[in-house]
């Protein structure tokens, strides 16, 4: 599987680590989430949980206030809360 924007395919079978990871930066702040395999029960399936995550997370920034160019803390919390809910 190849990886395609703001996702990223991690194999790393001496780390016994292997899954997607969604990464986003908008208005100086970065989203950070992973999504192993072993959790969600193969590629397919994090790779679905992680463009669930993406598709939901992006409007959320785009139609986002900034003042002075950055994100609210509000925001801010609301992102990362929404990334942790994520199945």
Known sequence: MKSKKNLTRFSY???????????ISRGGKTFMRY?????????????????????????LLESAKRAGGKLSPTLVRKAEKLLEEAV
Do not use: I, N, Y
Not at 35 to 56: H, I, N, Q, V
């Open 13 to 23: 079978r001496t780390a016994a680590f292997e899954g997607w990871r969604l990464c």
């Open 35 to 59: 999504f192993p395999d072993k959790k969600f029960g193969g590629a397919r399936r994090s790779l679905a949980a992680a463009e669930r995550s993406l598709a939901r997370l992006k409007p």
